[in-house]
């Protein structure tokens, strides 16, 4: 349990750094560390087109869940890819 906590803590973290400056809904936010939970930092931060529409103003969430589904690891995961871009989209 002790090393969930600190796996989650870490991708809280991670997440903190990486929207810093952004307007986003909170359950976009929650979804980045669901991400960064899944494929680390590094992995996340290579959805360079879905960031690009979270700095949009207002953020672009239909635009973040196409990109969400782009992906190599919407092709690894599609249900899980799926849902989340679905609930990216509805943060809009």
């Known amino acids: ?3 969930l906590e600190k ?3 870490s991708a809280i973290d991670q997440a903190d750094d990486m929207c810093k ?3 986003l809904h909170e359950d976009a936010k929650n979804l980045i ?3 960064i939970f899944q494929l680390g ?3 996340v931060s290579k959805f360079r087109n879905m960031w690009k529409a979270l700095k949009e103003t207002p953020p672009n969430y ?3 869940h196409v990109q ?3 992906s190599r ?3 690894q995961t599609p249900n899980r890819a799926a849902d989340m871009a679905e609930k990216m989209q509805n943060c809009g």
């Open 33 to 35: 560390i669901e991400m």
């Open 73 to 75: 690891w919407a092709k």
């Open 41 to 43: 930092g590094h992995g």
């Open 7 to 9: 796996d989650l803590q």
């Open 68 to 70: 969400m589904l782009d």
């Open 62 to 64: 239909f635009e973040a």
């Open 21 to 23: 400056g952004l307007e």
């Open 1 to 3: 349990m002790e090393i």
